[in-house]
């Protein structure tokens, strides 16, 4: 199983960034993904989930309204689009499989001004 994240960097805030993740090894199309996220010197706190299909997600309060969670799975991707970044969205994101038995590496986003 690998799980390889994309698209992190440094924005301003109220900018936009779409983070992807790439899955290989295992039946992507029939399991669900979350994303989480540690921001520096601090915890991993869950960010959003995407069932199977996209017939349901969820997200963190914080994150309602500027994230989007999305997937395609004729190409093996889940996505993160997220709007209004504020400086509280710097963190490293990762995307991880339903079980929680894997994870990527992680992406980095940056919001500063």
């Known amino acids: 199983v690998q799980l390889v994240e994309s698209g992190g960097r440094l924005v301003q805030p109220g900018e936009s960034l779409r983070l992807s993740c790439l899955a290989s090894?295992?039946?992507?199309?029939?399991?669900?993904m979350n994303w989480v996220r540690q921001a520096p010197g601090k915890g991993l706190e869950w960010v959003s989930y995407?069932?199977?299909?996209?017939?349901?997600?969820y997200y963190q309060n914080s994150e309602k309204g500027r994230f989007t969670v999305s997937r395609d799975d004729a190409k093996n991707t889940v996505y993160l689009q997220m709007a209004s970044l504020e400086r509280e969205d710097t963190a490293t994101y990762y995307c991880?499989?339903?079980?929680?038995?894997?994870w990527g590496n992680g992406t980095l986003v940056t919001v500063s001004a």
């Open positions: 991880v499989t339903e079980t929680w038995a894997f």
């Open positions: 995407i069932d199977i299909g996209e017939e349901n997600s």
């Open positions: 090894g295992f039946d992507f199309s029939n399991g669900a």
